[in-house]
């Protein structure tokens, strides 16, 4: 039997979660709990980021900026780095899973030039439950994948197959080429249920769109 302490290794609960971390701003993207997010580090303040990360709890927190003002939405998500490597050219290529979503409180710069910050995962402690939501998941698949052929990409449905319906929720959002504030949106929605909502509601109002444009245009 394994180790108690070697599974913990693979395993976040609670107790867990820093209060304080370091932010990685992303513009326009997603991270969801459960989804999986690679990242290519090359600019060296987020290298450093990355490196104190490993030396600690291997975590960061992913954020949108709101604005070109060096604002931030109040609302990110917790990475954790499960794997990466180090390039020949100086980048770190690694791989997130989120983990929690967090309310950012402040931020201070480091002297290294990326910025830390407390956080609050109080409103969020659902994040951390593995309870699988009862989703129709063809219906769903189906959805995003009318949503992918009108913006001329495709999704592999066999990778899809092999996900469990948390991964899946998390997986298809974070793919889709939705705007910031939509992926904001998801992001916030308060609890599973919510997020099925608002995704099916952003998925109907983009097809409708779509499906409208032409006629609007004669």
Do not use: W
Not at 40 to 51: K, S, V
Not at 94 to 113: A, I, M, P, Q
Not at 189 to 197: F, G, L, M, Q
């Amino acid at each position: 039997m394994m180790d108690e302490s070697i599974k913990k290794i693979f395993t976040t609960t609670k107790e867990d979660l820093p209060q304080s971390v370091p932010i990685f701003p992303l513009d326009n993207v997603l991270l969801l709990p459960f989804g999986k997010l690679p990242l290519n580090i090359f600019e060296e303040r987020y290298i450093q980021m990355t490196l104190d990360s490993l030396k600690s709890h291997r975590m960061i927190g992913v954020i949108q900026p709101k604005n070109n003002n060096n604002e931030l939405f109040t609302v990110g998500c917790l990475g954790k780095i499960t794997s990466y490597i180090e390039t020949p050219d100086y980048r770190i290529v690694l791989n997130l899973e989120g983990v929690s979503r967090f309310t950012l409180e402040n931020r201070d710069l480091t002297t290294k030039g990326y910025y830390q910050a407390n956080v609050s995962y109080t409103n969020f402690s659902d994040d951390l439950n593995f309870l699988e939501p009862n989703i129709d998941r063809s219906e769903l698949i189906q959805k995003y994948t009318n949503y992918f052929k009108m913006k001329k990409l495709e999704i592999d449905k066999d990778v899809l197959s092999e996900t469990s319906n948390l991964q899946l929720l998390s997986t298809l959002a974070m793919l889709a080429p939705f705007n910031k504030i939509d992926k904001q949106a998801i992001l916030e929605a308060t609890n599973i249920k919510e997020r099925i909502n608002t995704i099916n509601s952003i998925l109907d109002l983009n097809t409708f769109q779509v499906i409208n444009t032409p006629n609007q245009l004669n």
